[in-house]
């Protein structure tokens, strides 16, 4: 059994770990364009396709959101060679590890939906 200060150093390291989390996929929009990447894989998900496809994201904030999943090693971002210039993203290696906790948190919205129906 633990004694009190091993319990409180676990204690203090998961929830470190939580705002780490919280503060790298919270808000509205990241988990949200995640998804969107992780459903459409082998699909070119141009910035403008994206856009039209998440309902009610501004182009200021995809762009804001994508730097940051782009920074955290999340998704990738690939300049084509076309006229006008287009850009691809895509969810990388590293980012399908977080689609157990979106698909998590997708059983858990729609249990929850049905609950305070």
Not at 43 to 72: P, V, W, Y
Request: hydrophobic share 40%; net charge positive.
């Amino acid at each position: 059994m633990q004694n009190i200060e091993e319990q409180y150093v676990s204690c203090e390291r998961e929830l470190a770990a939580i705002r780490d989390s919280l503060e790298i996929l919270g808000g509205k929009w990241k988990l949200r364009i995640m998804r969107h990447l992780n459903n459409h894989i082998n699909e070119n998900n141009t910035f403008k396709k994206i856009q039209r496809e998440i309902d009610g994201i501004s182009a200021k904030m995809l762009s804001k959101e994508l730097q940051e999943l782009e920074i955290n090693l999340l998704v990738t971002r690939k300049v084509m060679d076309t006229r006008p210039v287009t850009v691809s993203y895509a969810i990388t290696q590293y980012g399908l590890s977080v689609f157990p906790v979106n698909e998590s948190l997708v059983k858990w919205g729609l249990n929850h939906r049905e609950q305070i129906k």
